[in-house]
């Protein structure tokens, strides 16, 4: 069975760091484009970090570029997203997404192109 559990979420105050973890099961994560989402009240889901399957080609959303790092660990079939000097605006539930394509070098910036998902996990920043 496919699967993506994520975990790392919670209360942090402004400027302080996270770091979320995404554990697959029933595939290996190595083949796959990688993708972290959030969805803020209110708003639309948006892409915040994407990494290829090859781990040569990223993507970073503007609002988070020099703050966020996606990365994988292979052995662990995890994939994590380190968030760094956190603002209120980044207050949002975060998913994991993973899907697989024949080119390991695109990364998928779309939440469209994505087969599986996390169920999601809370991250508030707040003083």
């Known amino acids: 069975q496919v699967q993506l559990v994520e975990s790392g979420g919670g209360l942090v105050q402004p400027g302080g760091s996270l770091r979320l973890s995404c554990a697959a099961s029933?595939?290996?994560?190595?083949?796959?484009?990688i993708g972290w989402f959030r969805q803020a009240p209110g708003k639309e889901r948006e892409g915040v970090s994407c990494i290829s399957a090859s781990n040569s080609n990223t993507y970073y959303a503007d609002s988070v570029k020099g703050r966020f790092t996606i990365s994988r660990d292979n052995a662990k079939n995890t994939m994590y997203l380190q968030m760094n000097n956190l603002k209120p605006e980044d207050t949002a539930v975060y998913y994991c997404?993973?899907?697989?394509?024949?080119?390991?070098?695109?990364?998928?910036?779309?939440?469209?192109?994505?087969?599986?998902w996390g169920q999601g996990t809370q991250v508030t920043v707040s003083s």
């Open positions: 997404a993973a899907t697989y394509r024949t080119d390991s070098m695109v990364v998928l910036t779309t939440e469209d192109e994505y087969d599986y």
């Open positions: 029933g595939f290996t994560l190595a083949y796959y484009a």
